[in-house]
């Protein structure tokens, strides 16, 4: 039978309904988020979640996939121009999209699949990552950044993929003490970093595809962790030799005991496990330790500051 999706099939043995059952989130709806949320929307994912606090402006207009200029003139919300983006190719996807910080939506994406982050701030990018590692939710980063002077630009990036003990963006020296630093003395503003379209096309492709690896079976072996290079000049993307190092010495950033909901109320019955018959056993593997972790952290651990 032929269906929208026809042409995919070959991504396994229900990777529809995988899809279709899976839930993902989109942090930042700008230059990469779009492209991700464009991406997510053909593929078929079910329930889509976009956070982006921010409006568009003229100097997104460049990058921001699924923009008009009418758009910039009404100043719309980026969160909406996505959910217009993938319900023209999709209507019946479940798309959330918030105009807010993900900070507040914290419940929400304690529940998702996958999540990609498609921040510029390194504070941001560290919050999220932190977030993920205690609810052992798969966690996607794209950043791109433009160094030298003119006539001499280069262009580079990365897409991690970040999962539970294994290296993380401070292990493999994309977030560091210093770059936190620097931010903090802007104000946490990253400022407005050079950006452009096919770059971030780029890497949120990747993204994707790491996604889709996670979510489907047409790899046989799951993934646990990739930190992939990005020169946009000579359009090479490998991985970094950063990444063996990191895994050889072992994540210290995020130890086992601080997992878990320290807000957990043990009156509370643990999410309900969706779908599960069509999940990917990585999937359904993480959902069931979250629920685990939260229960077993009510108990014997105290809490620990605030909440992520
Ligand atoms: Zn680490």
Redesign the pocket.
């Known amino acids: 039978m032929t269906t929208p999706y026809s042409r995919q099939s070959f991504l396994g043995a229900n990777s529809q309904a995988r899809l279709n059952a899976a839930r993902i989130a989109i942090i930042g709806a700008c230059g990469g988020g779009s492209h991700v949320a464009q991406q997510v929307g053909h593929i078929g994912f079910g329930q889509i979640i976009v956070i982006d606090p921010q409006r568009i402006d003229l100097t997104n207009l460049h990058r921001l996939v699924g923009a008009t200029l009418g758009d910039v003139k009404r100043r719309a919300f980026k969160v909406d121009i996505a959910k217009r983006t993938i319900k023209r190719v999709n209507p019946k996807a479940d798309v959330i999209a918030l105009r807010s910080y993900w900070q507040s939506q914290s419940a929400l994406l304690m529940e998702c699949d996958v999540i990609i982050g498609c921040l510029d701030s390194v504070r941001a990018k560290n919050e999220l990552e932190a977030f993920c590692r205690r609810f052992l939710i798969p966690y996607i980063d794209i950043g791109m950044d433009v160094h030298g002077s003119a006539g001499e630009h280069l262009i580079a990036g990365q897409v991690v993929l970040s999962m539970p003990d294994r ?5 493999l020296g994309i977030i560091t003490d210093a770059d936190l630093a620097a931010e903090a003395a802007k104000y946490g503003a990253a400022g407005g970093l050079p950006q452009v379209v096919w770059p971030n096309g780029v890497l949120a492709s990747t993204a994707v595809g790491l996604a889709m690896q996670l979510v489907t079976p047409w790899h046989k072996k799951p993934l646990d962790s990739v930190y992939l290079h990005y020169d946009g000049n000579s359009g090479q993307m490998a991985m970094s030799h950063r990444h063996k190092l ?1 895994c050889a010495a072992g ?4 130890p086992a005991n601080e997992r878990g909901d320290p807000m957990f109320d043990i009156r509370t019955p643990a999410p309900a496990i969706r779908n599960e018959l069509h999940r990917h056993p990585v999937a359904r593997w993480l959902q069931t330790m979250r629920a685990k972790v939260s229960t077993v952290m009510a108990h014997v651990s105290p809490r620990r500051g605030t909440p992520t």
Request: net charge neutral.
């Open positions: 290296p993380c963006l401070q292990c990191a994540c210290q950033h995020y």
